[in-house]
């Protein structure tokens, strides 16, 4: 038997009904859609790091660092989702938290960002034991029927709504609205997005495989191309720096020069360890919040794409859900000790999903592509941004099919679902949806006569809620963002 051979077998291509063709493209497709994390997950982090930077290093330095810490981060939760749990879905850390991360704890609470680290460390290493004992599972199962039907139509319009921002079609409104519909036309980006959109969406309902990532591919071309040669556009269309460092520098040296001793950043983490005991109160809280979020966002990613993949069983649960909930947990902990945030499952898995992508190949093709993109870190930040929103647009609309599965002539299954799905792009938070979800649930079987079917373990669930909540809204006389 060849390798190709045992590698399906490993995998069971065949009971999946996919091929290493679908599995190779649908990898290469969840990529490409989350292949800015290795350029924007540094730039936020780099602020706190900059608070105390290592000797001798600038913003820029720090930047390339994180970059490489990134994607190893990335590398060994990917690794772990594809060969242990054998699921199609990316890893990496997650945008919102890399942002509570620096700009509430380190840069607005003031914790030293190698204590935040510390903390992040911990986090990971109680979802460890937490996974390893089902704890993680039971919880998930907790979570109310209707609320785990509903989460991927709740992601599809989160996505969406994130994609169509950044085109510039949904924008702000300082009345009472808070958005309207944006006037993309006055924006260059906007205009080439919108039409890499168009020839998306296109491809698409003529059933073009790899539709989404030659979207991606195309408008990136066009933007590039009019970077080059339409005067004054090159800081507009390419991404920021890019051009003026690659005439400084020369195209191979911008290529190949990059800083990998990532050193500095895991002696911060040990410093961070030593540091805990300095204000225990406070980075428990800290500890407490990470745990908090992390987990109702992994869970409620997880079950959506799980979805969109029709691997959920009749109750809505994702069987041997220990397995994929381990690898993110294992990434969070060793991220937090080579310098980065909370590594979590991505939404922007489904993109490779609506590809074709069944099994844990896809996953490894990711982490494949993760790894190349260590001998060229710069050249993924080549990738404009207004390119890869096409995705999130593409796949938002493809992830609202799960309202299908909802009983909408029940209040007991309408209401918690519909909550679920309109709180999360209104919150711009995964977490704050399944929240609602979870908290009407009970309340409203309660109305109708049903309260004893809410389960003990569903009553506790929303009672933790309510006191995290609780918490976080009188901490400081205000809610603390994340």
Same mark, same amino acid.
């Given at each position: 038997?060849?390798?190709?051979?045992?590698?399906?077998?490993?995998?069971?291509?065949?009971?999946?009904?996919?091929?290493?063709?679908?599995?190779?493209?649908?990898?290469?497709?969840?990529?490409?859609?989350?292949?800015?994390?290795?350029?924007?997950?540094?730039?936020?982090?780099?602020?706190?790091?900059?608070?105390?930077?290592?000797?001798?290093?600038?913003?820029?330095?720090?930047?390339?660092?994180?970059?490489?810490?990134?994607?190893?981060?990335?590398?060994?939760?990917?690794?772990?989702?594809?060969?242990?749990?054998?699921?199609?879905?990316?890893?990496?850390?997650?945008?919102?938290?890399?942002?509570?991360?620096?700009?509430?704890?380190?840069?607005?609470?003031?914790?030293?960002?190698?204590?935040?680290?510390?903390?992040?460390?911990?986090?990971?290493?109680?979802?460890?034991?937490?996974?390893?004992?089902?704890?993680?599972?039971?919880?998930?199962?907790?979570?109310?029927?209707?609320?785990?039907?509903?989460?991927?139509?709740?992601?599809?319009?989160?996505?969406?709504?994130?994609?169509?921002?950044?085109?510039? %079609?949904?924008?702000?409104?300082?009345?009472?609205?808070?958005?309207?519909?944006?006037?993309?036309?006055?924006?260059?980006?906007?205009?080439?997005?919108?039409?890499?959109?168009?020839?998306?969406?296109?491809?698409?309902?003529?059933?073009?495989?790899?539709?989404?990532?030659?979207?991606?591919?195309?408008?990136?071309?066009?933007?590039?191309?009019?970077?080059?040669?339409?005067?004054?556009?090159?800081?507009?269309?390419?991404?920021?720096?890019?051009?003026?460092?690659?005439?400084?520098?020369?195209?191979?040296?911008?290529?190949?020069?990059?800083?990998?001793?990532?050193?500095?950043?895991?002696?911060?983490?040990?410093?961070?360890?030593?540091?805990?005991?300095?204000?225990?109160?406070?980075?428990?809280?800290?500890?407490?919040?990470?745990?908090?979020?992390?987990?109702?966002?992994?869970?409620?990613?997880?079950?959506?794409?799980?979805?969109?993949?029709?691997?959920?069983?009749?109750?809505?649960?994702?069987?041997?859900?220990?397995?994929?909930?381990?690898?993110?947990?294992?990434?969070?902990?060793?991220?937090?000790?080579?310098?980065?945030?909370? %590594?979590?499952?991505?939404?922007?898995?489904?993109?490779?999903?609506?590809?074709?992508?069944?099994?844990?190949?896809?996953?490894?093709?990711?982490?494949?592509?993760?790894?190349?993109?260590?001998?060229?870190?710069?050249?993924?930040?080549?990738?404009?941004?207004?390119?890869?929103?096409?995705?999130?647009? %593409?796949?938002?609309?493809?992830?609202?099919?799960?309202?299908?599965?909802?009983?909408?002539?029940?209040?007991?299954?309408?209401?918690?679902?519909?909550?679920?799905?309109?709180?999360?792009?209104?919150?711009?938070?995964?977490?704050?949806?399944?929240?609602?979800?979870?908290?009407?649930?009970?309340?409203?079987?309660?109305?109708?006569?049903?309260?004893?079917?809410?389960?003990?373990?569903?009553?506790?669930?929303?009672?933790?809620?309510?006191?995290?909540?609780?918490?976080?809204?009188?901490?400081?006389?205000?809610?603390?963002?994340?």
């Amino acid at each position: 038997m060849g390798v190709a051979d045992s590698l399906a077998d490993y995998f069971d291509f065949e009971a999946h009904d996919t091929d290493f063709r679908t599995e190779t493209l649908a990898g290469a497709t969840t990529f490409l859609a989350m292949a800015y994390v290795i350029v924007v997950n540094p730039v936020i982090l780099s602020e706190a790091i900059m608070t105390d930077p290592p000797a001798g290093m600038s913003q820029a330095d720090v930047i390339q660092m994180l970059a490489v810490v990134t994607i190893i981060a990335s590398v060994v939760g990917i690794a772990v989702m594809a060969v242990y749990a054998k699921r199609p879905f990316g890893l990496a850390p997650g945008m919102g938290l890399n942002a509570f991360f620096a700009f509430t704890v380190v840069l607005g609470l003031g914790v030293p960002w190698q204590v935040a680290l510390a903390a992040v460390f911990v986090e990971g290493v109680l979802f460890i034991a937490l996974t390893l004992v089902g704890a993680r599972r039971y919880v998930i199962e907790l979570f109310p029927e209707p609320v785990k039907f509903a989460v991927g139509a709740g992601i599809g319009i989160f996505l969406l709504f994130l994609g169509l921002q950044e085109m510039n %079609v949904v924008a702000e409104y300082p009345g009472g609205t808070l958005v309207q519909l944006g006037n993309f036309l006055l924006e260059p980006t906007a205009i080439v997005a919108v039409a890499g959109l168009a020839v998306t969406l296109f491809l698409y309902a003529r059933g073009i495989k790899g539709s989404i990532v030659l979207g991606i591919l195309a408008t990136s071309v066009v933007g590039w191309l009019v970077a080059l040669f339409v005067p004054g556009q090159e800081g507009t269309f390419a991404p920021p720096n890019t051009i003026g460092v690659i005439r400084d520098v020369g195209f191979s040296t911008y290529l190949f020069d990059v800083q990998y001793n990532f050193l500095p950043l895991v002696e911060g983490f040990l410093d961070g360890l030593g540091g805990i005991t300095e204000d225990p109160v406070v980075f428990a809280l800290v500890v407490f919040t990470f745990f908090v979020v992390d987990f109702f966002d992994t869970a409620g990613t997880l079950i959506g794409v799980s979805g969109v993949a029709g691997f959920l069983d009749d109750s809505g649960d994702l069987p041997e859900m220990d397995k994929p909930l381990m690898a993110d947990a294992v990434g969070t902990t060793v991220g937090a000790m080579l310098g980065t945030s909370t %590594v979590t499952t991505y939404i922007e898995s489904s993109t490779g999903i609506e590809e074709g992508g069944r099994t844990g190949f896809t996953a490894l093709v990711v982490g494949l592509f993760f790894l190349a993109a260590l001998a060229i870190v710069p050249l993924i930040s080549l990738l404009p941004l207004y390119a890869t929103y096409i995705a999130l647009v %593409v796949v938002g609309i493809i992830m609202l099919q799960g309202v299908a599965d909802i009983e909408w002539d029940d209040p007991t299954w309408a209401i918690p679902a519909g909550l679920t799905i309109t709180v999360m792009p209104l919150t711009t938070s995964i977490a704050e949806g399944l929240a609602a979800g979870i908290l009407s649930y009970p309340i409203v079987k309660l109305a109708v006569g049903e309260g004893r079917q809410v389960t003990p373990g569903q009553w506790l669930l929303a009672l933790a809620l309510v006191v995290y909540y609780a918490v976080f809204f009188l901490a400081d006389g205000g809610f603390v963002a994340f």
